[in-house]
Structures are given as C-alpha cells and as structure tokens.
C-alpha cells in the first residue's frame, strides 16, 4: 500500500532563505509526482509535475527532484518571500486501476519578514 | 481554456440533512475526481467518474455518492450528513491518463453543525 510522508511538517523562516522540503513514498513503482500549494481554506495549485522518467523540474524558483529508486522527492524554494507562506502537498498516483491521488500531510511553510 | 470550478464556496447544513456540491471540469478532461479534506491532513479520495460511471472509490460509506454528466460535470451527494462530515470537499479533473496529473477546483468547506 502505497503511503506518503512530508518532513517537516511545518517550517517557520525569514525572508530570503533557500528551502528544501522532503516528501517520501514508500512504492517506487510510480507514473509521475506531483506538487501542490495550498493557501488556506482554498484549493489545490499545481506546481510541478515530475513524470517517473524524468530526474527534475524547474519553474521560476521552484526546482523538483525526483528519486524513484529511494523513493523520494524534495522541493528546492530559491530565496523565499512572504508571499510563498502557504502548505505545500507532494502527491502520487495510485497504481492499481484507476488515477487517484494519494497526498501526504502537507508542509506547512511561513516565510516571515 | 477554462479551470475546474466548484459551487458553492462555503455551506452550512445540521446533522442528518443532505447536501450537494458540484463541479465542472477543465475543458479536455473527462474524469473528474472527488477529494475530502480534514483540517490539517492531506486529501482523501472519495471516488472517480469517467464517462458517467464511477470508476473507483475510496473508503468512504455509500453515503457520499456521486454523478457525472455528458459535459463531464459532476456532483457529490452526501446523505445523513454527521459532524465529521465538515471538511473541504476538492474535485479534480484529469484524464486517465496518469501522466497528466490533476488540477484542482477552489473547493467547497462544508460545515455540519
């Protein structure tokens, strides 16, 4: 059974830092990887998507890596700011019949002036 | 190209009333799948519709139960509605093909009072 971790579960940094959150799952047999954000009370953003054959993906200061043989992901924030406070999710597709997710907790980030 | 969007943003209902909420998906995509989410933690898989018929579901009572329609729009139903029902109710639409990932509604907080 397929399950997934975060760590940490929640970060507290000033204003500028670069970032790495972690997320691990414990099947590697899997299609792609997905990171969300998630302000509170709303909905899901898609950030990145890493398919199984790729190593990492980059969108402005975002960068996702993926290791499939160790079963795990990090996301690298490069010089943080305060509007990048919010929960971030990494998610994987489930491997049996059909596409649905399975999320871990969440990091929950605050990045401070 | 239109997002997937949710009605309604917010709903209040008392222990054992019923409830719907409902979806459209984002335009090329004919599965839509219905995510619960509980303060604090990741979200849960309800169940998928593809082409009007479930395609999965979740562990989840046959309480919540769900339709799709030929636009591809969905709704969730929740019957006998308890308070552990107050969560964020998420839909998302893909197609079934897993290397697509899945984009997310702004979703619909339910509170059972």
């Known amino acids: 059974k397929q399950e997934v971790t975060q760590i940490p579960a929640a970060l507290s940094v000033p204003e500028g830092e670069n970032l790495v959150l972690n997320c691990s799952f414990t099947?590697?047999?899997?299609?792609?990887l997905q990171w969300f954000r998630q302000d509170p009370g709303k909905g899901l953003t898609s950030l990145l998507l890493i398919q199984s054959s790729q190593r990492e993906q980059t969108s402005g200061r975002l960068n996702a890596s993926l290791d499939k043989s160790s079963g795990r992901s990090t996301l690298y924030i490069a010089a943080s700011q305060p509007g990048d406070s919010a929960t971030y999710l990494c998610?994987?597709?489930?491997?049996?019949?059909?596409?649905?997710?399975?999320f871990g907790a969440g990091t929950r980030l605050a990045v401070h002036p | 190209e239109t997002g997937v969007t949710q009605s309604p943003t917010h709903l209040i209902k008392t222990r054992g009333q019923q409830v719907t909420l409902r979806c459209s998906s984002q335009?090329?995509?004919?599965?839509v799948s219905w995510y619960q989410q509980a303060l604090g933690q990741g979200p849960q898989f309800i169940f998928q519709y593809y082409r009007e018929e479930e395609n999965g579901r979740g562990n989840f009572p046959p309480r919540f139960s769900g339709l799709q329609f030929p636009n591809y729009s969905s709704e969730l139903n929740v019957n006998a509605l308890e308070l552990d029902d107050s969560a964020l109710y998420l839909c998302?639409?893909?197609?079934?093909?897993?290397?697509?990932?899945?984009?997310f509604g702004p979703g619909t907080r339910l509170t059972v009072l």
């Open positions: 099947d590697s047999a899997i299609y792609n």
């Open positions: 335009s090329g995509h004919n599965t």
């Open positions: 998302a639409s893909s197609s079934p093909d897993r290397s697509i990932g899945q984009y």
């Open positions: 998610a994987v597709p489930f491997s049996g019949g059909y596409n649905k997710l399975i």
